[in-house]
């Protein structure tokens, strides 16, 4: 994993906005903070969608499977009732956590959420990964609006009423920097964690599973393992930080959990956007994207749609490569890519005549 | 060294109304250089298909080293050591020569910790060895889909000796390639046999090239096994001659 001078300027400067942003603006703290989340989120649907080539729609799902795992086990470690009590009660009761309970409660909550996410994944690469191309994409959407369905028939998780979490024990700014280094941490692992993941023989395993599966089958790859494995990491990221992001919205029902308009495709655009089947491309799409988002949604309201879907169109019709794969193929030796000079022909002679 | 590691025994296998191969049986022995002939469309490729478990088969039976492998997937047979290249060269266009090198080692020990074994070190030494054997190390750092047809041939049968096969079955591995690079690739194959001990299966249009290279040559007709024999026996066999070589 060695880092040339560029690689650690461009950390240097993300490092530092990271640290510096809040600081210097508090008053979008938690802006930023859903720009990790994003950045987060694009990253890992890379690891299936643009290393593998398998676009799936439904990532989503654990996002919200997260949210509501770390609920009930926020819930349910400290108070007695337990969930079903809590949730039936429609927000009347309103236990009080010691900051301790609260925090040993969340750390719980997420890391159960990540390995609940992860297991359901390993459910679903039973049966979905029989599927290829616009029919995984589909049937992993599917999969995304049937939990989100089920979820709501639940009555121990609330129902279509949803659950409020538990009270942040700290005044509002302290809960903001909490949920922001929450955020910026675990983009910052996801992030490491894939660039060395693609470092190794799994990237190379991912990218030939991309470029011709059957090839990759003939050749004696153990192409579902990897499959599972990649979706399984962004399946744990996605219900980590689905965790973090029910207790930063505070309230949780089916909208927030299963956002499938909005973040469940903002995901695949981000990525697109920035250059899918790249370490960068997911990071720089998510951070054009936030930033055209959160600027017309202040200063373009009721246009931000028509904007975000511009972007889209703009990306989709004249750069279906995304930024960095366009950059790519425009200066090629910024990349390390090698690119032909010598006459071909020339060369197979040459070749034959030694 | 003559026993057989492929056996395909009454091997029958059709495509709704057409059969594509009717109770073929066939030997490869261990080590030797076998070719599979025969007019366009009469079954070599299924048969090709067939043994490495790319489809059910009918009936019969088909082993390797010994163990039937009829019932077993793809990737199942290739990790037992048995690689083919297809007639439609494939490779993982979008990467370089040196990716599609190290990405094609053995799997046939895979364990959890060798998927994420970094790329540099052995692997890729090897890596850039072979594509020195097939003549493709000044194009090792070159996007694979941007070489030539014949150097993407190349590198498909670099890529499989990469794997380090005991058998490899090579699907017309001169189609589409001008005849000063086909000496090399004959060479190439011979020395892959004789240095790198590998048995090869070789299904091939241009007598020139089979004849010269096969030790043994079955030879298939509409679906049918016609004859079997050394290249020169099949030669002066009158029926191959009119199934095949007369026919043009």
Redesign the interface.
């Known amino acids: 994993m060695s880092m040339n001078k560029k690689t650690m300027f461009t950390y240097g400067g993300l490092a530092l906005f990271g640290i510096l942003g809040p600081m210097l603006f508090p008053q979008y703290t938690l802006s930023i903070a859903y720009l990790w989340m994003m950045v987060l989120m694009a990253s890992t649907w890379d690891t299936l969608g643009g290393q593998m080539g398998y676009n799936s729609l439904g990532n989503i799902t654990f996002f919200g499977v997260g949210m509501y795992v770390s609920a009930i086990v926020q819930i349910s470690f400290f108070y007695d009732g337990g969930v079903g009590e809590y949730t039936s009660a429609m927000g009347s009761i309103k236990p009080e956590f010691t900051a301790a309970e609260y925090f040993w409660g969340l750390g719980l909550g997420i890391l159960a959420a990540g390995i609940v996410g992860l297991a359901l994944s390993l459910v679903f690469s039973s049966f979905m990964f029989g599927l290829r191309g616009p029919y995984f994409a589909i049937g992993s959407l599917g999969l995304a609006i049937a939990v989100a369905e089920v979820t709501i028939t639940i009555d121990y998780v609330g129902g279509a009423s949803g659950i409020s979490m538990p009270l942040f024990p700290g005044d509002i700014e302290f809960r903001s920097t909490f949920f922001y280094i929450l955020c910026f941490a675990f983009t910052i692992v996801s992030h490491f964690l894939l660039r060395w993941l693609y470092s190794t023989q799994f990237g190379l395993a991912a990218n030939a599973i991309r470029d011709d599966e059957d090839k990759a089958e003939a050749m004696g790859i153990p192409t579902l393992a990897y499959k599972r494995i990649g979706w399984a990491i962004a399946a744990f990221f996605m219900g980590c930080i689905g965790a973090v992001a029910g207790n930063m919205a505070g309230f949780i029902d089916k909208e927030v959990a299963y956002p499938i308009p909005t973040f469940g495709i903002f995901m695949v655009a981000m990525a697109l956007l920035g250059g899918k089947g790249t370490l960068w491309g997911p990071v720089l799409g998510a951070i054009i994207f936030h930033v055209v988002k959160e600027a017309t949604w202040t200063y373009l309201l009721n246009l931000q749609w028509v904007a975000l879907g511009l972007i889209l169109i703009i990306n989709i019709v004249y750069f279906q490569q995304g930024i960095m794969g366009w950059l790519k193929t425009k200066y090629p030796e910024l990349f390390g890519i090698v690119v032909d000079t010598s006459n071909i022909a020339d060369d197979d002679e040459k070749e034959v005549a030694r | 060294m003559s026993e057989a590691i492929i056996q395909v025994d009454d091997v029958s296998k059709s495509y709704g109304g057409v059969k594509a191969n009717v109770d073929i049986s066939l030997q490869v022995k261990r080590g030797s250089i076998t070719g599979i002939i025969g007019p366009n469309g009469c079954g070599k490729t299924t048969l090709f298909n067939s043994i490495?478990g790319y489809h059910p088969i009918d009936k019969g039976s088909i082993k390797f080293e010994g163990k039937e492998i009829s019932h077993l997937l793809?990737?199942d047979i290739?990790?037992l050591g048995m690689?083919?290249t297809?007639q439609q060269t494939?490779?993982?266009?979008?990467?370089?020569c040196v990716?599609n090198m190290?990405?094609?080692?053995?799997?046939?020990a895979?364990s959890k910790s060798?998927?994420?074994?970094?790329?540099k070190g052995e692997?890729r030494e090897r890596a850039e060895h072979l594509l020195e054997f097939a003549?493709?190390y000044?194009?090792r750092?070159?996007?694979s889909g941007?070489?030539?047809f014949?150097?993407q041939k190349l590198l498909e049968f670099a890529?499989?000796l990469m794997?380090e096969p005991k058998t490899l079955l090579l699907d017309e591995p001169t189609a589409g390639i001008?005849p000063?690079?086909i000496?090399?690739l004959i060479d190439r194959l011979r020395r892959a046999n004789e240095e790198l001990g590998i048995t090869l299966c070789v299904i091939e249009h241009n007598m020139r090239v089979i004849m010269n290279l096969a030790e043994h040559i079955y030879c298939l007709s509409n679906g049918h096994m016609l004859a079997n024999g050394k290249p020169e026996e099949l030669q002066n066999d009158q029926r191959v001659i009119d199934a095949y070589l007369g026919g043009h």
């Open positions: 490495v793809v990737g290739a990790r690689l083919r297809f494939r490779i993982y266009s979008k990467m370089n990716d190290q990405i094609s080692v053995s799997h046939r895979e060798s998927m994420f074994v970094s790329r692997i003549g493709l000044s194009k750092n070159l996007i941007d070489l030539s014949g150097q890529m499989a794997n001008n000063t690079l000496n090399g």
